[in-house]
């Protein structure tokens, strides 16, 4: 299997530190991470939208979220992992442990990770 390479962003606005003013995905030679995401085919996680707060109690809900996945994958498949199905399964699962952790309190906003993934040229999470 041939060695591929991820970032997990796991803070605050997380999904700002990729989607900085102007960036387009493509070979336009702009510095940052999602160019540096584009040239090595390389997904990004962003725990948050850039306008988001992360929430947290013992640990994160994305490294929560990335725990629960992982282990059911390799129990489904034997322990090979896919790594693009595992980020986009943890990205899915936040929403709905953040609702899990704040109870019945009322929110406007909950946590929605974001992956950037342009191994297919699209956009995943918007």
């Not at 493509?26 to 090595?40: F, R």
């Not at 939208?49 to 498949?77: C, G, N, P, R, T």
């Amino acid at each position: 299997m041939p060695e591929q390479i991820f970032m997990v962003i796991d803070a605050c606005h997380a999904a700002a530190a990729v989607e900085v003013e102007g960036f387009k995905p493509g070979p336009m030679g702009n510095p940052g991470l999602g160019q540096l995401s584009y040239d090595k085919r390389m997904p990004i996680l962003a725990a948050t939208q850039a306008a988001d707060s992360a929430y947290a109690k013992e640990y994160s809900l994305l490294i929560s979220a990335l725990a629960q996945v992982i282990k059911e994958e390799q129990a489904a498949h034997g322990g090979a992992v896919a790594l693009r199905e595992i980020l986009r399964h943890s990205a899915e699962r936040v929403p709905t442990l953040y609702q899990k952790m704040v109870g019945k309190e009322r929110r406007k906003r909950f946590q929605k990770p974001k992956l950037f993934d342009f191994e297919r040229s699209t956009l995943v999470g918007r």
